[in-house]
């Protein structure tokens, strides 16, 4: 019997984001020089559950950061176009998203944010990943 390796899906949508927007800086962790480097998209995992032997259903945000309201929506929308459109049936690291591994859970919304030289808009999403077998 092969062991399962489960994904680090957090990683993994960090590197797929990186290839779908280039322009944008994109991390688990926000960055201190934040308003230096906007924009920004961080991931963060929540949560999840798993489904016996290969199955890998994790929640996360994805946080948008740009300098205006307007860009950070709109950057948010791209991400949400790409999420719900792209990256259902791609490969990740380790695994693969299936056609309809791929759930809205809060669409983009405008969140409040200490740093008033800096707009967040957030969005939460549930990915199923397939792992493969080891």
Do not use: H, K
């Amino acid at each position: 019997m092969s062991a399962i390796q489960f994904v680090d899906v957090e990683g993994a949508l960090v590197t797929w984001l990186q290839g779908q927007f280039p322009a944008a800086r994109v991390c688990t962790e926000t960055p201190a020089n934040l308003g230096d480097v906007v924009p920004v998209i961080r991931v963060e995992r929540i949560g999840s559950t798993a489904t016996p032997p290969l199955l890998d259903t994790a929640i996360g945000y994805v946080d948008v950061f740009v300098g205006t309201r307007g860009a950070a929506r709109a950057l948010a929308v791209a991400g949400q176009s790409a999420f719900l459109g792209v990256l259902p049936g791609s490969d990740l690291a380790g695994g693969s998203v299936p056609t309809s591994g791929v759930t809205q859970q809060s669409g983009p919304a405008w969140r409040p944010y200490d740093d008033s030289a800096v707009r967040l808009v957030g969005s939460t999403y549930g990915v199923v990943v397939r792992c493969r077998p080891q």
